[in-house]
């Protein structure tokens, strides 16, 4: 359950005042579909950004899914088979006991394109876990492994970025977090901004593109986040990306190819869990 909270609090954490994307609708539908990776955001808990979500994977016909809910090995059990069957597909990824949002939800993406290859790029637990019991740019590294440079998690942020990106955590947290975890929340997101790169381009070289990534808002944003990482890595590959607000939130902050709005979720009050006095 608490997963499941913070992760639709990161998706809705970063509200602008003003829209920062010039691009017209269009151009930015434009750039969508002619992209060899696609980033399509979203916030996790709004089922109007997977139905967009869904509408745009069936006209961008991908030859590859990755998705940030999955593990490498879960990603491996799906078949155009099982994506035919939900209640199969649900039960063979043990998706409603992962902690993320009804697989209901999830499922038309999977339909939308049966015959895609799907690719998971979930950070495992005890990788996150095993962040800041040192220096955290030596742990990011070798919690990443292998190509954790192509990336750039061998170098320290720009201090602006670093400030703005710890601001964002506590606000996705809200307000809720000691101070000394915020460098290590910042650096989570970025290990996993890396793996979600290293994944959507481990599908491009094997399979040539389209390649669709579904992901929280937080992670597609092309200035900082999972699509300026996979342009670092390897620039001669084009990327685009969606970013997906709520109406009334303010447009997702990042540089996006195309912004879309829908109505906000019914939900709680997500923050009220964190005002709960803890017990001892």
């Known amino acids: 359950m608490m997963r499941a909270l913070a992760l639709t609090l990161i998706s809705l954490a970063a509200p602008v005042a003003a829209q920062q994307n010039p ?15 696609v980033f399509l955001g979203e916030t996790h808990d709004n089922p109007a950004h997977h139905a967009r979500q869904a509408e745009l994977v069936a006209q961008i016909k991908p030859v590859a899914l990755v998705f940030e809910m999955l593990s490498p090995e879960q990603a491996a059990v799906v078949t155009p088979e099982m994506v ?97 975890m915020l460098p290590v929340m910042v650096s989570i997101q970025r ?23 579904i992901t929280g808002n937080g992670h597609a944003r092309k200035d900082w986040g999972a699509p300026a990482l996979l342009t670092r890595a390897a620039g001669e590959v084009s990327v685009a990306a969606l970013g997906q607000g709520e109406t009334g939130q303010g447009a997702p902050e990042g540089g996006f190819d195309l912004v879309e709005e829908s109505a906000p979720a019914e939900r709680d009050d997500p923050c009220e869990d964190f005002r709960m006095p803890q017990s001892n």
């Open 23 to 37: 691009v017209s609708p269009q151009d930015g539908t434009s750039a969508l579909m002619g992209a060899d990776v």
């Open 191 to 213: 290990l996993r901004d890396a793996r979600l790169a290293e994944t959507a381009l481990e599908a491009y070289a094997n399979l040539g593109g389209p390649v669709v990534v």
């Open 84 to 180: 035919a069957d939900e209640t199969a597909l649900e039960a063979a990824l043990g998706w409603n006991g992962s902690g993320w949002p009804e697989f209901s939800m999830y499922f038309p993406i999977f339909a939308a394109a049966p015959e895609a290859k799907v690719y998971g790029a979930e950070v495992p637990r005890e990788q996150t876990k095993a962040l800041g019991e040192g220096d955290l740019k030596s742990d990011l590294t070798r919690v990443f492994g292998p190509g954790a440079g192509f990336y750039g998690l061998d170098e320290p942020l720009d201090p602006a970025e670093d400030a703005a990106r710890q601001q964002l955590q506590m606000a996705a947290h809200c307000d809720a977090l000691p101070l000394e």
